[in-house]
């Protein structure tokens, strides 16, 4: 079976984006159920030095919508961050980012395959030390299946499974088939 670059991207990002969004969906349920503010999850961290959950939403719509987008134009280029908003607007987040990822069509994103891609980041210098490393500017030359296989989705699942612990940390009752979504099982 051959998987396009639609195949790759577009399902992959939905079936978790869609998690997400019920996941979100359970702690609004849970703060309404325990007389919680599901806003004190807005600066919520796992550890200090990591982002807090409203950066987590955040980077998850971009990896998802903005990294097909880069994919798309050969330019990852997300909007700036909004920053810290209520918790209902992060579910609106999520909630377009679904919007936006169900209107793209197979014929239009598997069109984008073959083209180089080469977007500057940051990354440690010592790539082994990523940890203790300086940072700096590099660019990093990719081809759209392997933007989304080694970068977009890496950092997608990231942000995602860290918005998730969040939320698990603080009490919501999620679990494993929580973050995973619904699964795209064959028909037997």
């Not at 169900?102 to 395959?113: F, G, H, Q, R, Y």
């Not at 660019?139 to 080694?150: D, G, I, N, Q, R």
């Not at 499974?161 to 009490?171: F, H, S």
Request: net charge negative.
């Amino acid at each position: 079976m051959t998987i396009t670059l639609y195949d790759l991207g577009v399902p992959t990002f939905l079936q978790t984006t869609r998690a997400v969004s019920g996941v979100l969906n359970r702690a609004t349920k849970h703060c309404a159920e325990t007389g919680a503010n599901p806003d004190d999850f807005v600066h919520a961290r796992l550890h200090p030095d990591m982002a807090p959950f409203h950066f987590q939403i955040e980077s998850l719509k971009n990896h998802a919508v903005w990294g097909l987008e880069a994919v798309k134009t050969g330019v990852f280029a997300p909007p700036p961050l909004a920053g810290a908003m209520s918790f209902t607007d992060l579910r609106a987040t999520v909630s377009q980012a679904v919007t936006t990822l169900e209107a793209l069509t197979p014929e239009d994103v598997n069109s984008w395959s073959g083209k180089d891609l080469d977007i500057d980041v940051f990354r440690p210098v010592d790539e082994e030390n990523a940890s203790t490393s300086a940072w700096a500017p590099r660019t990093l030359a990719f081809t759209p299946e392997t933007f989304l296989l080694s970068y977009s989705l890496p950092n997608f699942y990231f942000h995602a499974v860290t918005a998730y612990d969040i939320l698990r940390t603080r009490g919501v009752p999620i679990g494993k088939g929580d973050y995973e979504g619904r699964l795209r099982t064959r028909t037997a």
